[in-house]
Structures are given as structure tokens and as C-alpha cells.
């Protein structure tokens, strides 16, 4: 049967991280261990999902301290439910949503005209004239306000 309390090293190794990334994690509050008779740190089993919770949002450019406060709504004292995931990926949908809809511009349009000053691409004359877009932002505009795309007739 599967073990419900896990060594650091366990953790580490399952989750595909570093003992001291492990240590970050906690330090910044973010999931919690405690020590048993033998005072040796030890986790739930449920850390685990945590941590891959942890690291896919990471991956989506979500700061620890937006995963920390999302993550603080999650009960700590019991293994969260479907339920309680339910309610924490609802608080990141937008931002995911968000994320998402970014990438795939990037992917869609990285070989055309990302607005983004350097008037080197084809289309650039087309949707950047002159460079038009820098009165309204700066970096990849076409990227970032994908409303302020003018539509080639
Ligand atoms: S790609 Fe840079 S301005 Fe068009």
C-alpha cells in the first residue's frame, strides 16, 4: 500500500524536484511538512499535487505569491477534494484563459507582424505603418492588444 507520510527525498524524487526546491516551496509557505518522533521532516501524500499544481502554474507565468494566495484557499488540515480543485482552477480560469488566448496569438502570428516596432516583416506596412502602434504601447503590441489589429482589407 502506498505510504501516506513521505520523506523529503520521496517527495523530491516523485515530484521531480530538488531537496532544495522542496525547501523553497515550504519556506515560502506554499505547502507544509512537519517532523515525526524521530524528527525527521515528513509529508502527506496530497503535497504531491500540490507541487504539480505548484509547477504547471509556475510554468504559466503565474507568480508564487498569485499560486500562494490561490493555493491558501485549498483546506490544509484535509486532503483537498474535487470540489476544493474545482474552486482554486475557477480562481485561475481568467488568468489561464488569458495565457492561453496570449500563446496561441504568439504561435498564430510569429511569422507576421507582432507590432512590435522593428518594421522588418511583410505586413509590417500593413498593420504597423510607420509604426503607428507605438502611440499606443510599447513591446509587441499586436501580442498584447490583439483589439488594435487592423483588419486587411
Ligand atoms: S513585426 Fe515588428 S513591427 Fe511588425
Partial sequence: MAATELSVGTVANR???SISALHFYEKKGL???WRNQGNQRRYKRDVLRRIAVIKAAQT???TLEEIKETLSTLPDQRTPTKAD???LSKHWQRQLDKKIAY???LRDKVDGCIGCGCLSMQHCPIYNPDDQ???H???AVLLEHPELEKTEK
Fill in 103 to 105: 500563446m496561441q496569438r
Fill in 60 to 62: 504559466m507565468g503565474i
Fill in 133 to 135: 502602434l507605438a502611440e
Fill in 85 to 87: 480543485w474545482q474552486r
Fill in 15 to 17: 515530484a521531480g524536484i
Fill in 137 to 139: 504601447s510599447s513591446g
Fill in 31 to 33: 505547502i507544509r511538512s
